[in-house]
Structures are given as structure tokens and as C-alpha cells.
């Protein structure tokens, strides 16, 4: 079947070229059949991707090891979930994962939008094609999951750090998230292109970028929580660069989602967007490419390849493209309003997006600095920790205040008495928090002080936000509380939604500061029997054992944990030997307090034959808030994601004023 | 090996069938111009736009005036030129509206063609 794969995918390539082509020649002499024929062929270009990626599973499931592929990635001896999760875990597979979801995501914006915005759409067209055409010609030419030879008794498996249920999410959503952020900019280019650079691009592009910026989001804390478990360091985020790979890109989008309201509010900063939106895009580019050109040292680049200057050259070819068309359009992009003042809440989301996207480029140097020095003097030297907690800290914390203030200050102006008004109760609870902390010792850490400082800002203006929001629509005729606070979010899903979405970074930033500024380590090399303390734990270890599992030996030390005399039962930490891709990963015992929010993380470091163990041990206060604020994250985005049919109706009116039908 | 050629023809078959579809649905139209907006619906849809954009400012301001985060003096400063924008902006509709009627002749001689639905 390798060649119905291989067939499809020249399909592919010939369907996306056709698009791109026949699109630019319909857009640009006006031909009506020619620009439904270059939609058709996109979504045709979809349904052969589908082809080709049931071929590869189809192979993945039956172990055929005559593809290249699936002996390289897989093992008899390995579980189903885990075959499958070997579609996206290696270099083809992932990209043949892009193409699919991205010939997908073209076919689905292009038939969802055409009825209210086709002269734009005839134009986004052959930027999704174009797009196509790069991934489909790597998977046909460069990179193919379909390439065969003689079938070897079995596979060389999976790596052990990858054999877990975190990666049947992990990767899918991150990928998601990438080739999600192509819609808002095949929709941007399709506006400059087009000349049409009204509001529209932005509608249509909304929901599509809350998606891509939500699955990036929750990929990420998933990723997180996978390294936390799995990885066996004792962290979840280490800055390695394919991570900060996933984190730039849902930087760019997150500024993009705050400035796109300026232009929607006042008309401005559209500039702004536009190019917020080409980052957004080159920034997912970035990742994929780092993740997958295996360039950079990282225990996600499981490979080395060839496509890296592939990927090098179609990223400076979108960077200059888009960076041309905005100059060329800069006079439709004027704006027709100006900043009126400093403080408001435009100055304030101007403020935020500065932060956001200087953050963003601070880790993008981080990411690049060791290629560029090993190009200039031939030695990689790597920007450690310290250098992006200290860019996280100089513009996190301000992000952090900022986002308490921006949702409550006017549009336009605000007098500064009305802000100390606005802010008195918020800021009494701040002051009230951090002198109490700093009481109870919480001062050793200021940079952890400060963020619980201003996260009880954050959350005392998010509360108030909602108890006056309620009571104001009680006051306009609900009919109880609750009906009041439904209501409330039913008539403006972004801002409340938005206001949840706030409250998990409030979240995320207390379980980051806890689990950083706030914790405690310890080793030993432990005999059966003997003991070691932390924080007020008491670990004893017990035995060592060791269990034959489906793919791996499994060798497990037990300790007894006890607290202020209190039994906390037993934690189980040690290795997995796996026996047909030779390695040995650390598998971590982890202890969750569900009350406090507290871990107790133990790695057996070093297992010595004569039955010692060489354990580290964490005490990790509030960590499992960072686990929850992904959870809250999610419903914040479910909120605003959600249709809202009043835009709905709002829109089809403003396209049935100027005559064209509404089909949307 | 001969069946997954077969289906791979049979595969691009199909999509060329579906690429070709438009034309062979009508193979003659009357018009195959792609109906775009023009000038004066272009700059009718600015105005909406920027009449949808400042009354929902509007009934952002009136909404937060009575929940309390903007002070009173603070929405007296900012309602009088937003209603007056409010104002100019259905007023441009109007005038635009007015004067597409004035054109609504020449227009009628435009070619239309099918719009692409």
C-alpha cells in the first residue's frame, strides 16, 4: 500500500499547486469558475491527504516494517495507543500531520466564510495553497513516510520518554496550534493581497486563532505535565528551545488576541496586527522547524535531517513575501483614529502587547544565540536558565499587574482619580496579601513575593469585575443571581470568557512562583531501612523490586513517607530498562497533597546493585496549580470560543445593508 | 501492488473530477465574472463598520458606567463624543445611502455575474 500513500501525496502536491496557480489567476483576472475550481482543489487536496495518512496508520497498526517509517518508530512489542502516537512522533509522520490538518483547516475557513466574505476568500485561497505546496513537496520529495525496504524481523521501537499517554495529546495539539495560526494569516495576505483590509479578516479569523492560541496553550501545559512525569528531572520547563518553540509563537497570538480588540474598538493598530499575525506564523514555522530539523540539542529533536534548509528558506520566503505586501498596502492600513491618552485601556493593551512581544523576542534570541555563535565561532554556547528567568521576571511581573489593570480602564481616557477609585479595593487587597506573606516568610524570594502580590490584584479585580457585572444585570431585570451571572457571560463571551483565561494565568503564575521561588531539594544514597527529611517529610526506604512489563523491565524502590508523625502511605520511584531500544528512562514517584497544592517528587537518580539508592527529593508547594490553571485556561477559552449569536446576526445584517447575502 | 494503483487512480479521478466540477456544471455561463464589491459598497461597509463600532462602544461605556468601573466623571467626558460620533456615522449612511440611490441606474448596467456561493 506504500504506493496509494506515495500517490496520494503527489496528488496532494498537484491538487495544492493547481490552487495556488488557478486561485492567483481567478483573484487576479476576476474568473468565477476558476476560483471555485482552485477551492475545490483544496478541499480535494485534503481528502487524498486523508488517503495518505490512513495508508500510514493502516501500516502503523499492522506493523508492516517494509515502510521505513514504521520500523523505525515502532516495535512489535509496543502498545497500540503508543503505535498510533508513532504517526506524529517521528520527522514524516509529523509532517504529513501538518499537511493533513492543514489542508483541513484551509478547506474548512475558506467553505465556512465564502458566502459573506468571497472577494477575500478568493484571494486566501492561494495562500493556503501555498502553504500546501511547500509541506506536500517535503513529504512527496524530501521527507515521505512512504518509503520502503525489505522488512526487518522487527522494529527498533519508540523512545521510552515518548512511551506515554501524554503523547497521544501533547504533539496533536501543539500541531494544531501551529497550523492553526495559518488561517488568520492565509486571511491577512488574503486581505492585503486583496486590498480589502476592512474588518472582515478579522471575523473570520477570530475563532481560528482562539482555537490555534488554545491548543497551543493547553499542548504546552500538557508538555509541561509530561515532563514533570516522564522526563524524571524534577521540572516541568526546562526553556529547552523546541519548547520555547511552542511558547513564542502563543506569545505572538496572545498579544495578536489583545490588539485585535483596538482595531475592532478604535479602528487602530492595524499595522500592528497584520504583522503580529506574520510573526505568529513564521514563529510556527520556527517551531516545526526546530523541532524537526534536529538543529538544536533538545530531547525533543529526535532526529537529524535534511529538511532544515527547506524550512530556512520557505521561512525567509513568507517573512519577506508578507513583510512586502504590508509596505506595499501600508496607505490602506493608516489608521483612522488615534492614542487619545497614555491611560486607557487601548495604551493599556498597547502596553501589554510591547511586554508580550519583547518577552516573546527575548527567548527567540535565547533560542537562536547558540546557532549564530556556533556559525560566527564555531563554539554553541547556550543561554542558560538564569538569562530567561531573568527576562521572565523583568517582563512577566509587569504583564502579570497589567493584566488586572487593562480590562478596567476606560476606552479613550481615564482621569487618573477615577483609576484610584476603580482600583482601591484591588489594591487594598494586593498590600494586604503581600504584607501578611511577607510576615509569614515569604520575603526569602522577591520576585515570588511581588507575583502573589500582584496575582491577588488580578484576582480581586477579576472578582469584582464579576460581583459588579452580576449585579448590574440583576439590576437590569434578571430574574435571580444566578440567572444574572449567565447572562452577564452570555452578552459578552470574549470579556468574561477573556476574564477566566486571566484567572488560569493568575493561577499558573502562583503554582510557578510556589514551585520555583519556594522549594526545597534534598539527596541521599539510602540503604534499605535507612531514612532522610524534608520539609517536614520523613522518607524511609523500604525495598527494591523489579517486574517484567509488556516492553521494559521495571525496577521500583518503595519508601514509606510520613509527616509530623502522621502515615502518608508509600511512593514508589526507580527505572524502566527497555529492552529493545537499550535505553533506561528515571520513572518519578510523585505524592500530591490535594489540599495544598504541595508535591513530593522523588527521583532514584542511581540504583546501585547492591540494592542503594541514590534518591533526589522535591518538595514542590502549589505545583498542582499550574495543572489546574490549564484546566480553567481551557473553560476561559470554551467561553470565548463559544458562537455568540448576536455577532452572528450583527453580521449578517452589515452584509444584508450593502446587498450581499449572508450565508454564513 | 495493482490494487493500490487502482486506487490511486481511482483517487485522482475523483479529484480531478471535483477541480473540473464548476466547469462542467456550466460549461456556458452567462457571466463568469466573480462578483466583487464595489466602490460605493465598499465604502458602505466602512461606514457600517464604523457605525457597529462606536455603538458598541457605547453600550460598553453605558455598561460599565453602571457597574461602577467608570467613574461619573469619566463617562460624562466620553458619551458626548461617542453619541456624537455615533451621530456623523449614521448620518454618512445616510448620505451614502442617498447618494447609491442617485446612482442606482449606471449601476444597474454593471455586469453582476453569479456570485460564487
Known amino acids: ?664 | 501492488m495493482t490494487l493500490a494503483l487502482l486506487l490511486a487512480a481511482l483517487l485522482a479521478i475523483g479529484c480531478v473530477v471535483a477541480v473540473a466540477l464548476p466547469f462542467l456544471r456550466e460549461p456556458d455561463p452567462e457571466s463568469d465574472d466573480l462578483a466583487e464589491l464595489d466602490e460605493s459598497e465598499r465604502r458602505r461597509l466602512d461606514l457600517l463598520e464604523a457605525r457597529d463600532r462606536v455603538l458598541a462602544s457605547l453600550r460598553e461605556l453605558e455598561f460599565d458606567h453602571r457597574t461602577g468601573a467608570v467613574s461619573d466623571e469619566d463617562y460624562r467626558a466620553l458619551v458626548g463624543p461617542l453619541r456624537r460620533d455615533a451621530a456623523n456615522a449614521l448620518q454618512a449612511l445616510e448620505r451614502e445611502g442617498s447618494t447609491t440611490t442617485a446612482e442606482a441606474p449606471k449601476n444597474e448596467e454593471r455586469p453582476v455575474g453569479k456570485r460564487i456561493s
Open chain 1, 1 to 664: 500500500m506504500a504506493e496509494l500513500g506515495r500517490a496520494a501525496l503527489i496528488v496532494t502536491l498537484g491538487l495544492s499547486t493547481y490552487a495556488l496557480v488557478a486561485g492567483a489567476v481567478a483573484a487576479r483576472l476576476g474568473r468565477r469558475r476558476l476560483a471555485q475550481s482552485a477551492q475545490n482543489a483544496l478541499v480535494a487536496a485534503f481528502c487524498s491527504t486523508l488517503v495518505a495518512s490512513a495508508v500510514l496508520l493502516g501500516a502503523l497498526l499492522r506493523n508492516d516494517f517494509s515502510f521505513t517509517y514504521v520500523a523505525r518508530t515502532t516495535s512489535e512489542a509496543l502498545p497500540t495507543a503508543y503505535t498510533i502516537s508513532a504517526f506524529w512522533g517521528g520527522q514524516e509522520g509529523s509532517l504529513l500531520l501538518w499537511l493533513l490538518v492543514l489542508t483541513g483547516f484551509g478547506a474548512a475557513a475558506v467553505r465556512l466564510n465564502r458566502g459573506w466574505a468571497r472577494d477575500l476568500i478568493v484571494w486566501v485561497v492561494p495562500v493556503f495553497a501555498a502553504v500546501a505546496v511547500f509541506f506536500s513537496f517535503l513529504v512527496v520529495a524530501v521527507a515521505s513516510p512512504f518509503a520502503t525496504q525489505a522488512a526487518p524481523p522487527d522494529g527498533a521501537g519508540m523512545t521510552p520518554s515518548l512511551q506515554n499517554p501524554y503523547m497521544l495529546a501533547h504533539p496533536p495539539l501543539l500541531y494544531l496550534g501551529y497550523v492553526g495560526l495559518t488561517v488568520p494569516f492565509a486571511f491577512a495576505l488574503g486581505a492585503l493581497l486583496s486590498g480589502r483590509t476592512d474588518e472582515r479578516w478579522l471575523v473570520a479569523t477570530r475563532r481560528w486563532t482562539l482555537f490555534a492560541w488554545t491548543a497551543l496553550g493547553v499542548g504546552q501545559l500538557l508538555g509541561a505535565h509530561w515532563a514533570y512525569v516522564e522526563v524524571g528531572w524534577g521540572g516541568y520547563y526546562a526553556w529547552d528551545p523546541v519548547e520555547n518553540a511552542a511558547l513564542m509563537p502563543w506569545l505572538a497570538a496572545t498579544a495578536f488576541l489583545h490588539s485585535v480588540m483596538i482595531q475592532e474598538k478604535r479602528g487602530m493598530l492595524r499595522v500592528w496586527n497584520v504583522l503580529l499575525v506574520i510573526l505568529a506564523f513564521s514563529l510556527s514555522l520556527f517551531g516545526t522547524f526546530l523541532t524537526r530539523s534536529g538543529v538544536v540539542n533538545s530531547i525533543h529533536s529526535f532526529t537529524q535531517s535534511s529538511i532544515g534548509p527547506w524550512f530556512l528558506a520557505f521561512i525567509g520566503v513568507v517573512v519577506a513575501v508578507s513583510v512586502g505586501l504590508v509596505l506595499w498596502r501600508l496607505p490602506l492600513l493608516r489608521s483612522p483614529t488615534k492614542l487619545e491618552s497614555p491611560i486607557s485601556r487601548e495604551a493599556a493593551f498597547l502596553y501589554n502587547n510591547l511586554l508580550l512581544l519583547a518577552l516573546c523576542l527575548a527567548i527567540l534570541w535565547g533560542v537562536v544565540y547558540p546557532l549564530l555563535s556556533e556559525a560566527v565561532r564555531g563554539e554553541a554556547v547556550v543561554l542558560g536558565r538564569e538569562y530567561y528567568d531573568f527576562f521572565l521576571r523583568v517582563f512577566g511581573l509587569p504583564l502579570l499587574l497589567l493584566m488586572g489593570i487593562g480590562p478596567l480602564v476606560a476606552w479613550r481616557r481615564a482621569s487618573l482619580a477615577s483609576l484610584l477609585t476603580t482600583f482601591r479595593w484591588s489594591t487594598g487587597v494586593a498590600l494586604l496579601t503581600g504584607a501578611t506573606l511577607l510576615v509569614l516568610g515569604a520575603g526569602s524570594s522577591v520576585p515570588g513575593l511581588v507575583a502573589y502580590t500582584f496575582s491577588a490584584f488580578v484576582t480581586a479585580t477579576i472578582v469584582l469585575e464579576f460581583a459588579r457585572g452580576t449585579r448590574a444585570r440583576k439590576a437590569l431585570g434578571a430574574t435571580s443571581w444566578p440567572g444574572a451571572f449567565s447572562s452577564l457571560i452570555a452578552r459578552n463571551r470574549r470579556r468574561y470568557g477573556g476574564y477566566v483565561v486571566h484567572a488560569s494565568i493568575v493561577l499558573l503564575a502562583i503554582g510557578i512562583a510556589g514551585s520555583s521561588a519556594f522549594d526545597s531539594v534534598a539527596e541521599a544514597r539510602l540503604e534499605r531501612g535507612e531514612s532522610m527529611e524534608i520539609a517536614g517529610y520523613r522518607l524511609v526506604y523500604r525495598t527494591l523490586d523489579e517486574r517484567i512489563a509488556a516492553n521494559a523491565t521495571e525496577i521500583r524502590a518503595t519508601l514509606a513517607v510520613e509527616r509530623g508523625g502522621d502515615d502518608l502511605g508509600t511512593l514508589e520511584a526507580g527505572k524502566n530498562a527497555y529492552t529493545i531500544e537499550e535505553q533506561v528512562s528515571n520513572e518519578v514517584g510523585i505524592r500530591s497533597d490535594p489540599l495544598t497544592g504541595e508535591d513530593l517528587f522523588v527521583i532514584a537518580e542511581q540504583i546501585d546493585p547492591d540494592g542503594t539508592v541514590y534518591f533526589r527529593v522535591f518538595v514542590k508547594p502549589l505545583v498542582n496549580l499550574i495543572w489546574v490553571a490549564g484546566i480553567v485556561f481551557l473553560l476561559g477559552s470554551l467561553i470565548t470560543l463559544w458562537p455568540d449569536a448576536r455577532e452572528q446576526r450583527r453580521l449578517a445584517e452589515r452584509t444584508r445593508e450593502i446587498g450581499v447575502p449572508a450565508t454564513r
